[in-house]
């Protein structure tokens, strides 16, 4: 049996493409099974409920010794500790690779696209593509548009646009409605604490020999979280005391305005002025991590030129 996962704190593309991945398996005769690392966001809910389908269990089992298949991460930090016993037999990616290390050679197909689910979908052969129901197709349309938030993020390729060309027939949905839905759902944060917030989808990197979180909430306009910013910080300077984190990054991203609010917490926070915001930033593998990259490195010559 092979066990399909994604990251810890999933989104959609975790969740959706885990699901389609490990029928994809079935289908090539491995027997799979897919699995999810935390509890889905609202949009994820929505994306499962408006297909009526069943979501993923929760994992509950040590990894240790069985077979894995991973989807939508490579980072270590971003999966269960019993990761590092598995035997990782697959990857479908679209992730910078993060220095993991396997048994023995796994099937690995990495690509820089948009989405783990374009990917799924790209891999798919015709017979497999006949085959999946409109439900199912809504589940990897979701996931294609979601992490793209609409194909207006700088991470959309022209296979991710094809790929929505495709599935959005297959998924008998309209578009334009579907994403309206599906944008709805992704930014609502109300009643949601401030630990909620943080964690709806934050993700482990080691940057220069640190350790970092990175946290992102998706937002129609930044006022929605205004009244909430305190308890944020807390919770963020909380979070890496509990958590050992180095740094702590909360990237507010107004995708109307199409930028990203940044503040920081933790021991070796940047000397910033908080907040920072930055033009342009709506995605943080693409953007966020390389302008944190950089203003790590610059502070960490800085200490050593001290």
Not at 131 to 155: F, K, W
Request: glycine fraction near 6%; proline fraction near 5%; charged fraction near 20%.
């Amino acid at each position: 049996m092979i066990h399909v996962v994604g990251h810890l704190n999933p989104d959609s593309d975790a969740i959706c493409t885990a699901y389609m991945a490990a029928r994809w398996l079935n289908l090539r005769g491995r027997q799979a099974t897919a699995w999810r690392l935390g509890e889905p966001n609202r949009e994820t809910q929505f994306l499962f409920e408006r297909a009526g389908l069943a979501m993923p269990p929760l994992l509950a089992m040590p990894l240790t010794d069985l077979d894995v298949w991973l989807v939508d991460f490579t980072e270590p930090t971003q999966g269960p500790e019993t990761l590092q016993t598995s035997n990782i037999v697959g990857i479908i990616d679209h992730h910078r690779l993060g220095g993991l290390v396997t048994r023995l050679p796994p099937e690995v197909w990495i690509k820089p696209v948009g989405s783990s689910a374009t990917l799924l979908w790209q891999l798919m052969s015709p017979e497999d593509r006949a085959s999946i129901t409109s439900a199912q197709a809504q589940l990897l349309l979701g996931a294609i548009m979601s992490d793209t938030v609409t194909l207006r993020s700088p991470t959309a390729t022209a296979d991710d646009r094809l790929a929505v060309e495709e599935l959005t027939p297959l998924a008998s949905v309209d578009l334009a409605a579907f994403s309206a839905e599906l944008l709805s759902a992704k930014t609502s944060v109300e009643g949601l604490s401030a630990s909620e917030l943080l964690q709806k989808d934050i993700k482990r990197f080691t940057i220069n020999g640190q350790q970092v979180s990175v946290a992102q909430i998706e937002l129609y306009a930044l006022s929605q979280v205004a009244d909430a910013m305190d308890a944020l910080r807390k919770e963020m300077a909380d979070y890496a005391s509990r958590s050992g984190a180095d740094l702590v990054v909360l990237m507010l991203t107004d995708i109307n305005a199409g930028n990203s609010q940044l503040w920081f917490a933790g021991p070796r926070q940047l000397e910033l002025a908080q907040p920072v915001t930055v033009e342009g930033m709506l995605s943080r593998k693409k953007q966020m991590l390389p302008w944190l990259e950089n203003h790590v490195a610059k502070v960490d010559q800085a200490k050593r030129a001290e």
